[in-house]
């Protein structure tokens, strides 16, 4: 299936969703990387308020190259996203609905998001220019510090994904190969 769904999400969208589905998303999707995720953990260990809110909302990880003129961000290609995984279940359980990244999950990550309700997306890696053309702004929002692994509030238009890991825990990694061994 084919999705058009909003950023910060709503359960009636990720309910709809289901591992393989094709989607584009529109709205305010934010964007942290290993570095960042680090930082978020230390200030939750701390007591301390995140940066930016999760409930509802996506991370995409990806590391931008600079912006060409004329445009708000430069290449915006998908990290590696079991990087993150150490910090994923924590900020799931905290509200936050969607990732966007490329690869495979722990199964603590997949325990996380059936527990609560969330998604996980690809993004086609190596597409990193063609992905920029559907973020029309990008602003730092927190750790400018870090360069490229700051945080950034993005706002897109129709952004290419493919959910992996829906919220039952299907797993497009995993049935797309049985069905390629079954043919």
């Given at each position: ?25 529109t ?49 915006a ?29 722990t ?10 309700g ?66």
């Amino acid at each position: 299936m084919e999705y058009k769904i909003e950023a910060p999400l709503k359960k009636e969208d990720i309910d709809k969703l289901k591992s393989g589905d094709y989607v584009y998303i529109t709205g305010t999707i934010y964007v942290a990387r290993d570095a960042a995720h680090k930082r978020m953990d230390d200030l939750l260990k701390e007591g301390k308020e995140l940066p930016i809110e999760l409930k509802d909302n996506v991370i995409y990880y990806m590391g931008p190259s600079p912006a060409r003129e004329g445009r708000p961000i430069g290449s915006a290609g998908p990290t590696t996203a079991s990087r993150m995984d150490k910090y994923a279940p924590k900020l799931l359980d905290l509200g936050l609905k969607g990732m966007i990244g490329k690869g495979k999950r722990t199964q603590e990550v997949k325990d996380a998001i059936v527990r609560n309700g969330c998604v996980y997306f690809a993004a086609v890696g190596g597409a990193g220019a063609l992905l920029s053309k559907a973020i029309t702004k990008s602003e730092i929002v927190a750790y400018e510090d870090l360069g490229a692994e700051a945080i950034r509030k993005l706002e897109v238009k129709d952004f290419p994904v493919i959910v992996v890991i829906d919220k039952e825990g299907n797993n497009l990694y995993e049935t797309a190969i049985k069905e390629y061994c079954e043919e």
